[in-house]
Every structure is written in C-alpha cells, then in structure tokens.
C-alpha cells in the first residue's frame, strides 16, 4: 500500500528549513528516502532500518518512528541544489522479494 | 554506491511497434531488478519483479503479455514494450536490488538513469 506524503509542495527560500512526513496504515519495517530530479532517475539519500533511528547526511536527516508508523525528513538551513521530489518509499514482501512502493512525492523548490 | 544503467536513455518509436529497454547491474550481481514507470508529475509505479532464471512477477493491473520481462543473467533484465500505443509514453526506471554484504549490511536498491519512451 502506497505510503502518504504530506506536504503535497513546498516553496522555501535559500536558507529556511522544511519538514517533510511519510506515513503509512501498514506496519513499516524500513523507510527509504529519494530525491529526484526532473527527468532523472531518484537518487537514494538514506534508509532507516527501525524504529526511534534517526540519520544524517550533511544537513538532511531523517528520523523513523517505527510505533506511529511514519517517518520525516528534515532539510535545514536548504541549499538551491535540495530542489527536487523528494519520495518516501516503503518496503514490501511480496513472493517474488522486496519491492518498493513509493508515496506520491514532495515537490520542493528552493529559491535564491 | 553500486552503478546501475540503462539503455537506450530515450526512444521515440511509432505506434505498434515493439520497444526492448536494458537495464544492467554494472559493478554487482542483482537477483532481482524492478521495473517502474512514472508519468508526469506522478510517482513511481512499481509493474513488476524480475528474478533472475525465473519469470517476473507483475504488479496488478500490468499486462504481462505487453510488458515482456527477461532476466537472463545476474547483470541484466530487459523489459519489451510490445505494440506500444501513446499511452505507453512514460518514464521507464528500472532497480536492482544488492544482496547484504554487497555494499552493505543490507538489501539496499538502485535505480537506473531511466527511459524515455514517445510513442507517436
């Protein structure tokens, strides 16, 4: 089942910060993080692999709240180069393996 | 990371005729390779599960006899779009899925750079 994303968009200045949150009705075992940019492929930012884990990557994290079954990515002090959709994605057990199945993105644009 | 490709990046073709997209696992062996399409402004769809030396399992709603999935070898799957239409014009991105102690402790998946597909 298709996580949910919220906000939908979000316009920032360089420098703001943003949260963005990634829910789902099933149990999570891992979230995923991507960001995309137009016309590209997503690019993998980070997994939390259980729940109260929290990552970092230079000034994105993430945390995982595995009990409430949802997850936030934080951007701070966000740089021109953060714009993109940004998706969360879930992981499913199905008989052929695990496959991701991706909520409907935040679009996220940072300007100057 | 692990480097995942994909051939060719865009095609344009005419309605009705078929359409093979490589998707290869540059610098691993992947079991497993996903296929995702996404329309504009739209997620990534998972249609279906390639395993290596089995027949892929697809996503409800995706017709296995259009979309022809191989996965011939550890570092390659193919998707057929057979007859396509101009609804089948998407962004077409495949995944390959690492195994533990590839480049990590766990599965982890990356994406090809992906196909553009115009049919007219």
Redesign the interface.
Same mark, same amino acid.
């Given at each position: 089942q298709q996580p949910v994303q919220s906000p939908q968009a979000v316009i920032l200045r360089e420098g703001e910060d943003a949260v963005i949150n990634c829910s789902s009705s099933k149990a999570l075992y891992s979230v995923h993080w991507y960001r995309q940019k137009h016309g590209e492929a997503p690019v993998f930012l980070m997994i939390l692999l259980k729940g109260g884990e929290q990552k970092g990557h230079e000034k994105i994290s993430a945390s995982f709240n595995e009990k409430k079954q949802q997850s936030s990515l934080y951007l701070t002090a966000s740089q021109l180069s953060y714009s993109g959709t940004y998706f969360c994605g879930t992981l499913t057990n199905s008989n052929s393996g695990y496959a991701l199945n991706f909520g409907k993105g935040t679009s996220l644009l940072v300007t100057p | 990371?692990a480097v995942v490709s994909q051939h060719p990046s865009w095609v344009i073709c005419k309605s009705g005729t078929s359409v093979k997209i490589e998707c290869r696992s540059l610098d691993f062996q992947a079991t497993?390779m996903?296929w995702y399409r996404q329309f504009p402004k739209?997620? &990534?769809? &998972?249609m279906a599960?390639s395993?290596e030396g089995s027949k892929a399992?697809y996503e409800q709603g995706v017709e296995k006899d259009k979309f022809l999935i191989n996965h011939a070898s550890l570092t390659l799957s193919t998707l057929t779009v057979t007859s396509a239409h101009p609804e089948d014009s998407s962004?077409y991105?495949c995944?390959a &899925?690492t195994t533990p102690g590839t480049s990590s402790s766990?599965?982890?998946?990356?994406?090809?750079?992906?196909t553009?597909l115009t049919v007219l």
């Open positions: - | 990371g497993t996903f739209q997620s &990534l769809m &998972l599960t395993n399992t962004f991105i995944s &899925l766990y599965n982890e998946q990356f994406f090809g750079p992906g553009r």
